[in-house]
């Protein structure tokens, strides 16, 4: 179970709809709004353990116009990466991130992977601040909303994995930049909580955007539709 599907079954445990401003804007929000069938979004993930220079494009196929049956691909240097996403409407290039992120975490530490998923859904749900800063994206300065969280501060089962206490996770969610994911990246702080010095480093960011891309000739179950058929719904 992904970490937005753990936040939906504890919000209905609860008896309430209710979810944070931070979780809505990362999990609920359709960035994928506006974005053309067959579209290809570009990421660079980079790891500062990575050979120098050594980065990863994960790619985003928006299948269905607006990704309105929430059916988007994607795909890195291993191929299709099929996601727990339960068909949500966010892009899924953050369930990329973090699904990624806590199968890291779990390896590193021995830990389970409920336990991270649990932490991060909690710091989401406290209700961090959005903060709107000014960030480079291609070159270009961009507005976005900015969320940073450390799940891991104040758990006293995080002594287990001391190293990673402090670990921080930070979003930018732009929605002049295609798919509206500017950024997400994780610190881990170096000795006495100094992230100007981490100890490691795990960046996703846009790169670019393909549009109207053919369609694979190995995929008939995505026919392409004559140009007067009507669209899907938005």
Known sequence: MCVACTMHAAAF?????????????????????????????????????QPAHSTDIVRVLVVSPDNAKGDAQVSDHSGAVPLPNGGLQCNPVIIYFLERDIAEMEHLTGGQRRYFQQ???????????????????GGKSVKAQQIVVQP???????????????????????????????????????ANNDFAHPLHTQTLSFQTVLRKLPPPANAPSVPVKPSNAPRASR
């Open 119 to 137: 932490r991060l859904r909690l710091a989401l749900a406290a209700g961090p601040k959005i903060e709107t800063v000014t960030s480079q994206v």
């Open 13 to 49: 445990a609860a008896g309430t709809d209710e979810i944070s401003p931070a979780e809505r804007l990362i999990f609920t929000t359709d960035h994928l709004h506006g974005i053309e069938q067959q579209t290809e979004l570009d990421y660079a993930f980079l790891s500062s353990d």
């Open 152 to 190: 891991y501060l104040g758990d006293p089962n995080a002594e287990r994995f001391a190293q990673y206490t402090g670990k921080r996770y930070t979003f930018l969610i732009a929605d002049t930049v295609p798919g509206q994911v500017a950024l997400i990246r994780t610190d881990v702080p170096g």
